[in-house]
């Protein structure tokens, strides 16, 4: 079994988008993606009627307690993110049948990405965060949305909302309130406070 440095930092996810966010802050870290059933946690979640940040806390634990069993002296971030409209949750899409339903479920109006994030060491959780930024959904014709999801291409299944708001999710949008991090799926300001508090700063050491 690999053994890490106690300064190492790794990230419970494949997410290409929480890695690039890492890298471009300047952060050293691993890759090593959880194998969690997401799909069968938020049921639970939502059969034990729990919040919507509750449930997004409970999935990022999960996957970084996981990870933080095979590396316990690295510092292992995970993260979840659950789309809440009005109490309903959204997942990332299967198909594009599903992508088209939460499109027009979200058409006109505004919801909140819960974002969480949990860092875990010595199968310990040290830290955690959850960030709600709302997004306003401008309403969304029949043609936009068909044509929309012709140009994502196997992109519609990559987030909850089946847009990237640095892509071209941003035809979707027409309001903004909370960190863009939070919304791009981790709210790396306030983890990037906790990992210089234990040294880990922009060169990924102390």
């Known amino acids: 079994m690999l053994s890490l440095p106690a300064t190492?930092?790794?990230?419970?996810?494949?997410?290409?988008?929480?890695?690039?966010?890492?890298?471009?802050?300047?952060?050293s870290f691993e890759s090593?993606?959880?194998?969690?059933?997401?799909?069968?946690?938020?049921?639970?979640?939502?059969?034990?009627?729990?919040?919507?940040?509750?449930?997004?806390?409970?999935?990022?634990?999960?996957?970084?307690?996981?990870?933080?069993?095979?590396?316990?002296?690295?510092?292992?971030?995970?993260?979840d993110q659950l789309l809440d409209c009005n109490g309903q949750w959204y997942a990332k899409p299967a198909d594009r049948k599903e992508a088209e339903h939460t499109l027009r479920s979200l058409s006109g109006l505004t919801h909140h990405l819960v974002t969480a994030a949990v860092v875990f060491r010595n199968g310990q959780r040290l830290w955690h965060q959850v960030e709600s930024p709302s997004i306003a959904i401008r309403t969304l014709?029949?043609?936009?949305?068909?044509?929309?999801?012709?140009?994502?291409?196997?992109?519609?299944?990559?987030?909850?909302?089946?847009?990237q708001i640095e892509k071209l999710g941003a035809h979707l949008i027409s309001r903004i309130d909370g960190s863009p991090y939070a919304v791009l799926g981790l709210p790396l300001l306030p983890l990037l406070s906790f990992l210089r508090e234990h040294g880990l700063d922009f060169r990924g050491g102390a």
Not at 10 to 20: E, F, G, K, V, Y
């Open 32 to 79: 090593v993606p959880a194998s969690v059933d997401e799909e069968s946690l938020r049921q639970a979640a939502m059969a034990d009627e729990l919040s919507s940040a509750d449930a997004a806390t409970l999935i990022a634990e999960m996957k970084a307690r996981q990870i933080s069993g095979r590396y316990p002296d690295a510092f292992v971030i995970g993260a």
């Open 8 to 27: 190492r930092i790794i990230l419970a996810t494949a997410s290409p988008t929480r890695q690039a966010m890492l890298r471009d802050a300047g952060l």
């Open 141 to 163: 014709p029949e043609d936009f949305i068909a044509s929309y999801l012709d140009a994502l291409g196997k992109d519609m299944t990559a987030t909850p909302g089946v847009y």
